[in-house]
């Protein structure tokens, strides 16, 4: 069943052109500030992305999307038409801090809807914003899982305090967008995923059918069985300059995949962690990026010579898959040749290296950031979000979710979060959403994560903030344990995404400056555990978002609800039940206020 309708353009979906992701050194990067303006029409195409014909999403008819590229202090306009037949959208700037302005964060029903609501078929909507940092970012839908299909692309953000630079550190630079690919739309698998029976008779996230590298894959066509056209692609083409430095800005925009990305016969050195410029690890074979996360890697094309062709692989780590599609073939492929193409495949071999059984992150303790930055040396405020595989019950029936304490995320767009907050509520619905307050006059604050899923990795991220990650451990992390816990409080990196681990129940403690007022979700970036109620809420100086001016343009989407739509209408993957009883998930509490060393309770 397909639920993005009938495809709004007779023209196919396209990739991006090759040169499309490239960095020009023609770019300027200065502290002068400037306003860049985008135009973007998001609409439903058919295309063969890795071969198999099916109906995805498109911007100005490609997917992945137009390159944003601005420099720091830039002020970002991009200007949306949602051609969408049947469904409304939104986009988020995945990694900016988005502070000031909130509203533009772009999650209906918490920051999209904060006072603006979502996009509606046919209308058009302008993002506007102005970033203060810099680094490697993406954009993508936060609406049910429309990222899934397609809507999504880079954002890169230079300055002239980067530490990386263009001539010194690297003479080449270019984006490399990961997706893993599914020939069922997103909905139609979202749907059976959130029913008794489940996707193809689980509740697991379920396996793609091939990678793409910038749009493309290659399928094997031979297995197709259902009748649908399906055309043998070519691998992409990569040509680097011989004996110069190309760094790389890898970006997982998958939904399930952790990635490990590698060049044959080429050592990597990782320079920049999400937007966090890095000093090592140097020399190392594989580099592993989840869902949400982005690195940059330095590659020394002084192997070879002209004409020489070596394989790029990006290996998806399918220890962590529950199930695994007969047809997939795990690795996706890139050709990467010294100089002008030569015609032939490369015929290099892949590192000898056994890939992990569980999906983890680089070692925190190797990820040194190149400029120090040390976390508040205390947090006045702590949150703890236990987040669980667990099953509701509704009218007798058992469905599976995913609980953050004990709370399975309900999303119902047209009652916005941010809303409630600038409106003067002090809490947020309990039965709705796992929620935390960090309140005004907190200046440095902890979020623990306990990860009570002994065979799940997640891929966690947190809007609004990046966070240093000043512990990790076994087991599950209490608040009185907290107090006395030992931190790394000297330099540690800091990110907006990162793993915790399946092989033990384990939790992470994330140290925040809480600086920035705004309503923040903290969720796993695997869209389909998303899909199944994988999120919280950091409500963050509440008495800054009440003194909040929201701009008419924002207010004015939530008057655009259509006729006989409830205010109660959930988002598509984000569905009520009326739960009666928790059959597990009782590992936490929900609604957690926190202030001043107070326990949260």
Same mark, same amino acid.
């Given at each position: 069943?397909?639920?993005?309708?009938?495809?709004?353009?007779?023209?196919?979906?396209?990739?991006?052109?090759?040169?499309?992701?490239?960095?020009?050194?023609?770019?300027?990067?200065?502290?002068?500030?400037?306003? /860049?303006?985008?135009?973007?029409?998001?609409?439903?195409?058919?295309?063969?992305?890795?071969?198999?014909?099916?109906?995805?999403?498109?911007?100005?008819?490609?997917?992945?999307?137009?390159?944003?590229?601005?420099?720091?202090?830039?002020?970002?306009?991009?200007?949306?038409?949602?051609? #969408?037949?049947?469904?409304?959208?939104? =986009?988020?700037?995945?990694?900016?801090?988005?502070?000031?302005?909130?509203?533009?964060?772009?999650?209906?029903?918490?920051?999209?809807?904060?006072?603006?609501?979502?996009?509606?078929?046919?209308?058009?909507?302008?993002?506007?914003?102005?970033?203060?940092?810099?680094?490697?970012?993406?954009?993508?839908?936060?609406?049910?899982?429309?990222?899934?299909?397609?809507? #999504?692309?880079?954002?890169?953000?230079? !300055?002239?305090? @980067?530490?990386?630079?263009?001539?010194?550190?690297?003479?080449?630079? &270019?984006?490399?967008?990961?997706?893993?690919?599914?020939?069922?739309?997103?909905?139609?698998?979202?749907?059976?995923?959130?029913?008794?029976?489940?996707?193809?008779?689980?509740?697991?996230?379920?396996?793609?059918?091939?990678?793409?590298?910038?749009?493309?894959?290659?399928?094997?066509? +031979?297995?197709?069985?259902?009748?649908?056209?399906?055309?043998?692609?070519?691998?992409?083409?990569?040509?680097?300059?011989?004996?110069?430095?190309?760094?790389? /800005?890898?970006?997982?925009?998958?939904?399930?995949?952790?990635?490990?990305?590698?060049?044959?016969?080429?050592?990597? @050195?990782?320079?920049?962690?999400?937007?966090?410029?890095?000093?090592?690890?140097?020399?190392?074979?594989?580099?592993?990026?989840?869902?949400?996360?982005?690195?940059?890697?330095?590659?020394?094309? +002084?192997?070879?010579?002209?004409?020489?062709?070596?394989?790029?692989?990006?290996?998806?780590?399918?220890?962590?898959?529950? $199930? =695994?599609?007969?047809?997939?073939? +795990?690795?996706?492929?890139?050709?990467?040749?010294?100089?002008?193409?030569?015609?032939?495949?490369?015929?290099?071999?892949?590192?000898?290296?056994? #890939?992990?059984?569980?999906?983890?992150?680089?070692?925190?303790?190797?990820? =040194?950031?190149?400029?120090?930055?040390?976390?508040?040396?205390?947090?006045?405020?702590?949150?703890?979000?236990?987040?669980?595989?667990?099953?509701?019950?509704?009218?007798?029936?058992?469905?599976? *979710?995913?609980?953050?304490?004990?709370?399975?995320?309900?999303?119902?767009?047209?009652?916005?979060? #941010?809303?409630?907050?600038?409106?003067?509520? !002090? $809490?947020?619905?309990?039965?709705?959403?796992?929620?935390?307050?960090?309140?005004?006059?907190?200046?440095?604050?902890?979020?623990?994560?306990?990860?009570?899923?002994?065979?799940?990795?997640?891929?966690?991220?947190?809007?609004?903030?990046?966070?240093?990650?000043?512990? &990790?451990?076994?087991?599950?992390?209490?608040?009185?344990?907290?107090?006395?816990? !030992?931190?790394?409080?000297?330099?540690?990196?800091?990110?907006?995404?990162?793993?915790?681990?399946?092989?033990?129940?384990?939790?992470?403690?994330?140290?925040?400056?809480?600086?920035?007022?705004?309503?923040?979700?903290?969720?796993?970036?695997?869209?389909?555990?998303?899909?199944?109620?994988?999120?919280?809420?950091?409500?963050?100086?509440?008495?800054?978002?009440?003194?909040?001016?929201?701009?008419?343009?924002?207010?004015?989407?939530?008057?655009?609800?259509?006729?006989?739509?409830?205010?109660?209408?959930?988002?598509?993957?984000? /569905? *009520? *039940?009326?739960?009666?009883?928790?059959?597990?998930? !009782?590992?936490? &509490?929900?609604?957690?206020?926190?202030?001043?060393? &107070?326990?949260?309770?």
């Amino acid at each position: 069943m397909a639920l993005l309708g009938t495809p709004a353009a007779t023209a196919s979906a396209i990739a991006p052109a090759v040169s499309a992701y490239v960095l020009n050194s023609s770019f300027t990067i200065t502290d002068t500030p400037a306003t /860049r303006s985008f135009d973007w029409v998001v609409a439903a195409q058919t295309g063969t992305p890795d071969g198999y014909n099916r109906t995805l999403i498109t911007i100005n008819n490609q997917m992945p999307g137009p390159l944003i590229e601005a420099n720091e202090g830039d002020t970002i306009i991009v200007t949306v038409r949602n051609s #969408l037949v049947n469904q409304t959208m939104s =986009i988020h700037w995945h990694g900016i801090y988005q502070n000031g302005s909130a509203w533009m964060d772009g999650v209906p029903g918490v920051t999209q809807a904060t006072l603006q609501c979502p996009i509606q078929p046919g209308q058009t909507f302008t993002y506007e914003f102005q970033v203060n940092q810099y680094g490697t970012y993406w954009y993508h839908s936060h609406s049910a899982v429309q990222y899934t299909d397609g809507l #999504l692309g880079p954002l890169i953000i230079h !300055s002239v305090d @980067d530490p990386l630079v263009r001539g010194t550190d690297f003479e080449e630079e &270019r984006v490399l967008f990961f997706q893993d690919w599914y020939h069922d739309e997103a909905s139609t698998i979202v749907n059976k995923l959130l029913s008794v029976d489940g996707y193809e008779g689980s509740a697991a996230a379920p396996s793609p059918q091939s990678g793409l590298i910038n749009g493309v894959g290659v399928y094997n066509c +031979s297995a197709v069985t259902d009748g649908t056209a399906c055309t043998m692609m070519s691998y992409p083409e990569l040509n680097i300059t011989p004996n110069v430095k190309t760094r790389f /800005r890898i970006i997982n925009g998958g939904s399930h995949a952790q990635f490990y990305f590698s060049v044959d016969n080429h050592t990597l @050195d990782v320079v920049e962690a999400d937007s966090t410029a890095i000093s090592g690890p140097s020399a190392v074979h594989r580099v592993p990026f989840h869902n949400g996360q982005r690195y940059s890697v330095i590659l020394d094309a +002084s192997v070879g010579s002209e004409g020489d062709a070596y394989w790029l692989r990006a290996k998806m780590n399918t220890n962590c898959f529950a $199930t =695994i599609d007969d047809t997939l073939n +795990s690795t996706v492929f890139a050709i990467v040749r010294y100089g002008a193409s030569s015609g032939s495949d490369p015929t290099t071999s892949d590192w000898t290296d056994v #890939l992990p059984d569980d999906c983890t992150d680089l070692d925190d303790s190797v990820l =040194i950031p190149a400029v120090e930055s040390d976390p508040p040396s205390t947090a006045a405020g702590i949150a703890i979000f236990d987040s669980v595989f667990g099953t509701i019950t509704y009218n007798g029936v058992s469905f599976n *979710r995913f609980l953050i304490n004990e709370t399975t995320y309900t999303n119902y767009i047209y009652q916005p979060f #941010l809303n409630q907050v600038n409106a003067g509520n !002090s $809490t947020l619905n309990n039965s709705n959403v796992a929620w935390a307050t960090l309140n005004d006059g907190v200046y440095g604050a902890d979020i623990v994560i306990n990860n009570l899923d002994p065979g799940l990795d997640h891929p966690y991220h947190l809007h609004g903030q990046d966070f240093w990650i000043v512990a &990790r451990g076994d087991g599950q992390l209490t608040y009185d344990a907290a107090q006395t816990l !030992s931190y790394n409080l000297s330099n540690p990196i800091h990110r907006d995404t990162l793993v915790i681990p399946a092989r033990r129940v384990s939790y992470a403690v994330l140290r925040i400056n809480n600086d920035n007022p705004g309503v923040w979700v903290l969720h796993c970036h695997i869209a389909w555990h998303l899909a199944e109620g994988f999120l919280g809420v950091v409500v963050s100086n509440p008495s800054a978002i009440g003194s909040m001016t929201i701009p008419t343009a924002v207010t004015d989407l939530c008057s655009e609800r259509p006729a006989g739509v409830s205010i109660y209408e959930t988002e598509p993957g984000r /569905r *009520r *039940r009326d739960v009666v009883g928790l059959v597990k998930g !009782s590992h936490a &509490r929900r609604g957690l206020r926190t202030e001043q060393k &107070r326990h949260p309770l």
